[in-house]
């Protein structure tokens, strides 16, 4: 009698036992879920970086960090920001945000002039760049 696991099959080769069919198979699985696992580690890594590289451009690019240096934030009364004098009148209520709080205060006086048009004069002390 001839054994299973000693027959050979057309090439010429050792028919595998059910047994040896499966641990093979099995440690195929095994090494792809190593694979899988590793490279999904390693996108998660990757996205991570790319999270916290554009949160530090966000902060770095917010309008507190440029209160943090001296500058103040002017609000009218409805909240709105105001970027020029000429947008506030007289009795204007208004708030004032610094890089550690805010503070309400009221305009006194006329509001403010715009600035004159240039005369296209040249101020003979600039010296030319070309």
Known sequence: LIRAADRLNNTGQRLRTPREVSDRAALRLDNAERGLLSAFTRRIESASQRLEGRAALLDSLSYRRVLDRGFVLVRDGSGTPLSRAAQVASGSALTLAFADGDIHATTD???PKRPAAKSG?????????L
Do not use: T
């Open 121 to 129: 004069k040249v101020d003979p002390r600039q010296r030319s760049l």
């Open 109 to 111: 006086g006329p509001s």
